[in-house]
């Protein structure tokens, strides 16, 4: 039976990657994102595209009341709701004496309490149902912390922590809960800039973020599509972290092992790139 499902930040990148793997799958896709014409845009190029069908809806995610309303409104049309990925997000880039309480907020406000409004709306529905699953885009920098984007990195480890909390709680309601942690992606974050009504952050424009996180990959970086296939498969085998490549698998096992030397390791590999990238830009 199809799954009705929701992504979030569907518009570009892993999302879209997703979006268009759920609907080879066969599954109902409502790509979701704050731009509304990536999101109508990802639905028209997924239409023929495989048994499954995908719709477009503009939502902001740091409004909690937009994002219930989604949710509210496909539970009315389909009955339920299988699958709810949340997985827009933003980077936040430069050393934390430049930030502004203002910069935490936005990456917060994105990062974190998107997710949280994501869960709040699904997870009461498939509690009621007694079956679901909700998906949570955290990043390796929620496992392995590292410098230069530190408030970034405080969103995605508060993201692993509360899928896997939300996991542990929603095993025994029938409601799975996963948390993906990419290694380098090439997505469309990489060439973001700073939020124009943010101030600028002088350490975050002397670098050219696509050179700098390709220096870190070792001059490779993970295709979504292939990072959605890997998410696509930890569902599937209801995963409870779901790191991809494996080098990322590789440094999470180091920081299991031992914390110090995989940040240590983690800060040097950082500083040689980010010279690279000043180098380069």
């Known amino acids: 039976m199809a799954r009705i499902a929701i992504v979030t930040g ?21 790509v979701a994102d704050a731009d509304g014409q990536a999101a109508a845009t990802v639905a028209g190029e997924l239409a023929g595209a495989g048994p499954g069908t995908a719709s477009a809806a503009t939502v902001d995610v740091r409004d909690a009341a937009a994002v219930a309303a989604l949710v509210d409104a496909v539970v009315e049309r ?17 050393v934390v004496e430049e930030l502004t309480v203002a910069h935490w907020d936005r990456v917060i406000d994105v990062n974190l309490r998107g997710v949280v409004h994501g869960v709040q709306a699904a997870y009461p529905v498939m509690v009621r149902q007694g079956s679901g ?7 390796m920098a929620g496992l392995v912390p590292s410098p230069g984007t530190v408030p970034y990195v405080a969103s995605k ?5 509360l899928s896997l ?40 424009e002397r670098i050219d973020g696509r050179a700098m996180f390709a220096a870190v990959g070792g001059g ?12 696509l498969r930890g569902i599937a085998r209801n995963r409870a ?7 990322a698998r590789v440094l999470w096992r180091l920081m299991r092992l031992s914390p110090t030397l995989a940040v240590r390791l983690t800060a040097s590999v950082l500083a040689r790139a980010r010279e690279q990238a000043v180098r380069n830009g």
Do not use: Q
Not at 157 to 161: K, N, Q
Not at 179 to 193: E, F, N, R
Not at 221 to 231: H, T
């Open 10 to 30: 569907g518009g570009s990148g892993i999302g879209r990657a997703l979006c268009a793997g759920l609907v080879r799958g066969g599954d109902v896709v409502v």
């Open 157 to 161: 480890s508060a993201v692993v922590g």
């Open 165 to 204: 909390g939300l996991r542990a709680e929603g095993a025994a309601k029938g409601v799975r809960v996963s948390v993906v942690c990419p290694g380098v992606v090439d997505t469309p974050i990489l060439d973001a800039p700073m939020p124009a009504d943010l101030p600028v952050v002088p350490s975050r």
């Open 133 to 139: 699953h909700v998906v949570n885009t955290a990043s």
């Open 78 to 94: 389909h009955g339920r709701l299988d699958l709810m990925v949340n997985n827009a997000g933003i980077g936040m880039g430069g």
């Open 220 to 231: 490779k970086m993970l295709a979504p599509e292939v990072m959605a296939a890997a998410v």
């Open 241 to 247: 972290v779901i790191v991809a490549p494996r080098s």
